[in-house]
């Protein structure tokens, strides 16, 4: 499957604000957005200001999303569509399985600096989900399951340092020292922190 293989920082500043794609890099004075705060491209700072049309805004929305994810077109699409079989609205059915894919379960619970970092350290097979191996990143969790570092891996200094260092949601719990977190509830819309009208989306796909 194609990949994205040039700098992310370039994403965040297209966006116009910090995707924290690259970990510690993003809270440091390294940061692209905070040092070069306009989109990238020859026109630089003054360059490509113009009034942005509906359909600007709804791509707007579902590329800063599905970068925010560090998901391809083909992959967030077929998780869209998901959403959309679901009861409910689909918006929010739709940040509820972005938020419950197995990297970013990962993420959220410390284990790694960021999602593409996350994503790695499951296909690596780092990953126990329940006491069985699991190493898909687009697996979808469900509320109850058990996520934690296999035994072989455990030896690492990695997954204990970035585990204590973090914040975590509501809707999950997390044991530094037995490296294990639990999937309390399913994340609500006020849990999901990605500042995006996820309406947009729904119209985009549904044009």
């Not at 200001?49 to 599905?66: D, M, N, P």
């Not at 191996?133 to 058990?146: E, F, M, R, Y």
């Amino acid at each position: 499957m194609a990949r994205y293989t040039e700098s992310s920082c370039r994403l965040c500043r297209r966006e116009g604000e910090k995707l924290f794609l690259k970990g510690q890099r993003c809270y440091s004075n390294k940061c692209s957005v905070a040092n070069r705060s306009y989109a990238p491209g020859q026109q630089g700072p003054g360059g490509g200001r113009r009034k942005v049309s509906e359909y600007g805004l709804q791509l707007r929305a579902k590329q800063k999303t599905k970068r925010f994810y560090g998901l391809q077109e083909t992959q967030f699409r077929n998780l869209f569509k998901k959403a959309a079989r679901l009861e409910g609205v689909t918006g929010e059915n739709f940040l509820r399985l972005l938020e419950l894919r197995m990297d970013n379960v990962v993420y959220r619970m410390g284990f790694a600096s960021s999602r593409a970092e996350a994503r790695q350290l499951v296909t690596h097979g780092h990953f126990v989900v329940n006491g069985k191996k699991k190493n898909i990143p687009s697996a979808i969790l469900q509320a109850g399951d058990v996520v934690e570092v296999k035994e072989s891996s455990r030896k690492s200094e990695k997954f204990k340092e970035l585990g204590k260092n973090t914040v975590i949601p509501n809707w999950l719990t997390f044991d530094p020292e037995l490296l294990k977190g639990t999937i309390v509830s399913e994340p609500t819309r006020d849990e999901v922190d990605i500042d995006v009208e996820e309406h947009l989306i729904v119209e985009l796909y549904s044009r």
